[in-house]
Nanobody, 127 residues
Framework: QVQLVESGGGTVQPGGSLRLSCAAP????????????IGWFHQAPGKEREGVAA????????DYADSVKGRFTMSRDTDKNSVFLQMDSLKPEDSGTYYC????????????????WGQGTQVTVSA
């Protein structure tokens, strides 16, 4: 089972920034994130997992949830076989666990198309 590797979570004050990373697992040689659409999902305590950003496979077109538009930015680094989520102007409601996922097509509406997931990284936004 392929498991993606997230990192970059932490605790910041409101208005602060974090940069989350999603990398291909070293344990699976040849697994290339460039071949997949990538989604980032947020799960707050006691709530369902919801999509916040997604990057298409073909042209890296990004889609964002209304709640994060203008604050979050996805990008892909082919050389590092990684995808990033830059999170700026963080709010307390952004707190929770963030998961990256890889699949054949990009969407923030559902987890359905995503075949591979990471273990999650924790983000806490608090004064």
């Amino acid at each position: 089972q392929v498991q993606l590797v997230e990192s970059g979570g932490g605790t910041v004050q409101p208005g602060g920034s974090l940069r989350l990373s999603c990398a291909a697992p070293d344990s699976v040689p040849g697994f290339t994130l460039d071949y997949y659409a990538i989604g980032w999902f947020h799960q707050a305590p006691g709530k369902e997992r919801e999509g916040v950003a997604a990057l298409s496979r073909d042209d890296d077109t990004a889609d964002y949830a209304d709640s994060v538009k203008g604050r979050f930015t996805m990008s892909r680094d082919t050389d590092k076989n990684s995808v990033f989520l830059q999170m700026d102007s963080l709010k307390p409601e952004d707190s929770g666990t963030y998961y990256c996922a890889a699949g054949p097509w990009a969407t923030i509406a559902t987890t359905t198309p995503y075949d591979y997931w990471g273990q999650g990284t924790q983000v806490t936004v608090s004064a």
